[in-house]
């Protein structure tokens, strides 16, 4: 698979509208939406769950019928505060009204149905400092394994200070052989404090069939269809992301490049 960089070319309105068709694979789509205030959308994704995040900027917010009223209260993402996020089941209708200007991601993979709507956040999200030395990030774990709220997604946020490394030591997860390690496809949204910096990000396998590194810039998206994946943050920049994981089982298991396992000790 080439060109997995996909670059943020709108400002307002739909920014990424990626289908695992478009991407290749089989499980996680993504959408992303720069909004102004005033403005409204809405979907409704038939067989496929969907987590709403609001990255920044504040909505009204409705699903199935269901008023869950003005949700977002993070106008800079880069305060790190817990975002405030919303699942939405497959076949079911959701509407969001911008009423400042507002970014808001729709992750979204298989489901076979029967959860409700529910508020995911900002309760029960705590933000968690990982690593050490420059190895440092920060995450907010929006739906991962240890909270069971949905079928297939994991959504995480990770916040990268400046001169710092992140999605390291490399590790992958491309291979269905759990418990050992999990089959699961990911993006990640990047948002870059300056707006008008560069982050990197590096996908690549240990045989060398696929080996890209990017110059990410800010709101692009980056897919993992398998391999490992490290970002940095240059000096004097903040890079945050997104991910979306999903596969064959709702469960995060990796394995780390041999070059850096003695890191993880």
Known sequence: ?????????????????LTPEGAGWAYVGFDLWRL???QDVGDMLDGREAILVLVEGKALLTAGGEDFGMMGDRLNVFDRRPPHCLYVPPGMEWAAEATTDCTLAVCNAPSPGGRPAMRL???GITLEERGTGTNTRYINNIAMEARDVADSLLVTEVFTPAGHWS???PHRHDEDD??????LEETYYHRLNPADGFGIQRVFTEDGSLD???AVQDHDLVLVPRGHHPCGAP???EMYYLNVMAGPRRNWRFQTHPAFERLMA
Do not use: C, N, Q, W
Request: hydrophobic share 25%.
């Open 1 to 17: 698979m080439t060109g997995l960089m996909r670059r943020s070319g709108v400002t307002d309105g739909k920014v990424h509208s």
């Open 36 to 38: 102004s205030a005033g």
């Open 121 to 123: 956040g900002p309760e």
């Open 167 to 169: 999605s390291y030591p």
């Open 178 to 183: 759990f418990p050992r390690i999990t089959y």
């Open 212 to 214: 890209e590194t990017m």
């Open 235 to 237: 000096y004097g920049l």
